[in-house]
């Protein structure tokens, strides 16, 4: 078993030997001639810390509506003010 | 006659000037050594001539950065390999949103993260299988154990070479090729229980 197992991680290793050494194609100088003269843009790599500021900008946004949102609703949910009974119609005092 | 020194100190000049034929000779020195590379790292075909693309028209813009302290070969192999990582990280960030849009269609996206990027041309049917193996081994290597591997035994260039574009000696590289080989083994063994 163990040394079927050698073998086989032997057999993985050593098949780096076998890969071909390929050609790449002339052709593609033409593709870099148009990205030269702007006619055809690149893939754009957007760089690690952009991607984690932009995340970071939408998360205080999510955050900033969270609090917003959960200060209305205890606003609303807070002690009643006196002001908003007589509103209603509880005026004890009037006759 | 001129040597390869000489004729990239000449070609070096001309790009500099903005010759588009000396960037287009030296593309036809190199494009087979910088393909290679980058399908030791990204194993698809597109990928790597996307990354071709890039790296030229990149030795077009930046030559004037290059300070002739290195081989001009050197320097293109460092900037094939610069953008075959961002190349990979790319496609991860790619991958991971793909994983997000599946959380809201499932259909579209599951392809993507599931499949297999896997179109190495220079891997025959019959050695497929194995290759894969090995590079998803390569692939959990540290960096410069990965790149010391990637130069040396995929595109099997000289001690000296490889270290040169490593920028370190070639003891460091003989060594740095060591651990590779003992962590490569690790990893297989690994998969090997998986199987």
Redesign the interface.
């Known amino acids: 078993m163990k040394k079927e197992?050698e073998s086989?991680?032997e057999?993985?290793?050593e098949?780096?030997?076998?890969?071909?050494?390929?050609?790449?194609?002339?052709s593609?100088?033409d593709?870099?001639?148009l990205?030269?003269k702007g006619k055809v843009r690149?893939?754009d790599?957007?760089s690690?810390p952009r991607?984690w500021l932009v995340a970071a900008g939408i998360a205080l946004l999510l955050a900033l509506n969270v609090t917003a949102i959960t200060y209305a609703a205890m606003q609303k949910s807070g002690p009643v003010h006196s002001s908003s009974l007589t509103e209603n119609g509880f005026d004890i005092y009037s006759n | 006659m001129l040597t390869e020194k000489d004729s990239h100190h000449l070609l070096t000049q001309q790009i500099r000037a903005g010759n588009q034929q000396a960037l287009e000779k030296l593309f036809l020195q190199m494009k087979d050594g910088v393909f290679r590379i980058a399908l030791g790292y990204v194993r698809n075909e597109e990928d790597a001539e996307e990354i071709l693309q890039d790296v030229f028209v990149e030795v077009f813009h930046s030559i004037e950065t290059f300070k002739g302290d290195s081989s001009l070969r050197t320097w293109v192999t460092r900037i094939t390999i610069n953008k075959s990582l961002d190349h990979i990280k790319f496609k991860q960030r790619k991958k991971r949103f793909a994983f997000i849009t599946t959380i809201f269609h499932k259909d579209t996206a599951e392809v993507k993260i599931h499949g297999s990027d896997f179109n190495h041309p220079g891997v025959l049917m019959e050695n497929r299988e194995k290759a894969n193996y090995l590079f998803e081994a390569i692939d959990k290597l540290p960096e410069k154990q990965r790149d010391a591997f990637v130069l040396t035994k995929i595109e099997q260039m000289s001690q000296r070479e490889a270290a040169e574009v490593l920028q370190i000696t070639e003891k460091a590289l003989e060594s740095l090729m060591q651990r590779a080989k003992e962590n490569l083994r690790k990893l297989l063994s690994d998969i090997y229980e998986e199987l």
Do not use: F, G, P, T
């Open positions: 197992r086989w991680i057999e993985v290793v098949s780096a030997a076998n890969i071909q050494r390929v050609k790449a194609d002339e593609l100088y593709r870099i001639q990205r030269l690149s893939l790599y957007v690690s991607v």
